[in-house]
T-cell receptor, first 115, second 110 residues
Framework: ETGVTQTPRHLVMGMTNKKSLKCEQH?????MYWYKQSAKKPLELMFV???????ENNSVPSRFSPECPNSSHLFLHLHTLQPEDSALYLC??????????????FGPGTRLTVL | QKEVEQNSGPLSVPEGAIASLNCTYS??????FFWYRQYSGKSPELIMF????GDKEDGRFTAQLNKASQYVSLLIRDSQPSDSATYLC??????????FGSGTKLNVKP
């Protein structure tokens, strides 16, 4: 595997379900991000982890719970979601810290539909 | 709130022409600037990054940065129908946060 991978690629869940999205980066990066992209809306930053520590929670509802066990893996745990949470969820990674050269790379995304 | 502004378009250009995409940002302390291409239903793909004032060329793409004017642009020479996509401008601050514009939709007509 290369780059940033995400599983599953598609997910349909009911409002009472609990599911998790997984992201893995194979780039040796130290920062990982979750973004939400709804139809015809700009990217919304949800969470940022730098060196496994959460450094940003962008006022995200508690029904979204991130987990970063190490610098290569990032999870987004979902429970009691609402239909308006249906969106493309994107994981990204970058070098982290204050590195000057710090490009951010995205995974393919998980298309989530909440019924 | 740090903002990144882009014209949403659509920007329509004929095949073979130069497409010019523009972006302005509000945070003078921004350090790094990026252009992503996003096809419908796909994730953003990094196509250019620029850190210093001036121009940076990579194949048919040229990124231009003017920090004094807080302006960054992307030129696509010899535009192809396959370049039709939404182009996202992104800016990184000193805290490793990335701010994205809402994107400009480019249509290249054969």
């Amino acid at each position: 595997e290369t780059g940033v991978t995400q599983t599953p690629r598609h997910l349909v869940m009911g409002m009472t379900n609990k599911k998790s999205l997984k992201c893995e980066q194979h780039l040796g990066h130290n920062a990982m991000y979750w973004y939400k992209q709804s139809a015809k809306k700009p990217l919304e930053l949800m969470f940022v982890y730098n060196f496994k520590e959460q450094t940003e929670n962008n006022s995200v509802p508690s029904r979204f719970s991130p987990e970063c066990p190490n610098s290569s893996h990032l999870f987004l745990h979902l429970h009691t979601l609402q239909p308006e949470d249906s969106a493309l969820y994107l994981c990204a990674s970058s070098q982290g810290g204050l590195a000057t050269y710090n490009e951010q790379f995205f995974g393919p995304g998980t298309r989530l539909t909440v019924l | 709130q740090k903002e990144v502004e882009q014209n949403s378009g659509p920007l329509s250009v004929p095949e073979g022409a130069i497409a010019s995409l523009n972006c302005t940002y509000s945070d003078r302390g921004s350090q790094s600037f990026f252009w992503y291409r996003q096809y419908s239903g796909k994730s953003p793909e990094l196509i250019m990054f620029i850190y210093s004032n001036g121009d940076k060329e990579d194949g048919r793409f040229t990124a231009q940065l003017n920090k004094a004017s807080q302006y960054v642009s992307l030129l696509i020479r010899d535009s192809q129908p396959s370049d039709s996509a939404t182009y996202l401008c992104a800016v990184r601050d000193n805290f490793n946060k990335f701010y994205f514009g809402s994107g400009t939709k480019l249509n290249v007509k054969p």
